[in-house]
């Protein structure tokens, strides 16, 4: 699964984000782009609903 982030998301939101995937038990893993960040979300996500 991945989650693409809206253009110009604040840092505090990605990493409000990315806080709250390591809280249900899956690795993030984010690549920072030029205008958008992409999170990869690296574990079984067939039980989740962001």
Do not use: C, F, H, Y
Not at 6 to 22: D, L, S, T
């Amino acid at each position: 699964m991945i989650i693409i982030m809206k253009p110009g998301a604040p840092p505090a939101e990605i990493e409000r984000v990315n806080q709250k995937i390591v809280r249900l038990s899956i690795k993030p893993k984010k690549s920072i782009g030029q205008q958008r960040v992409i999170i990869g979300l690296l574990s079984d996500t067939s039980q989740i609903d962001i």
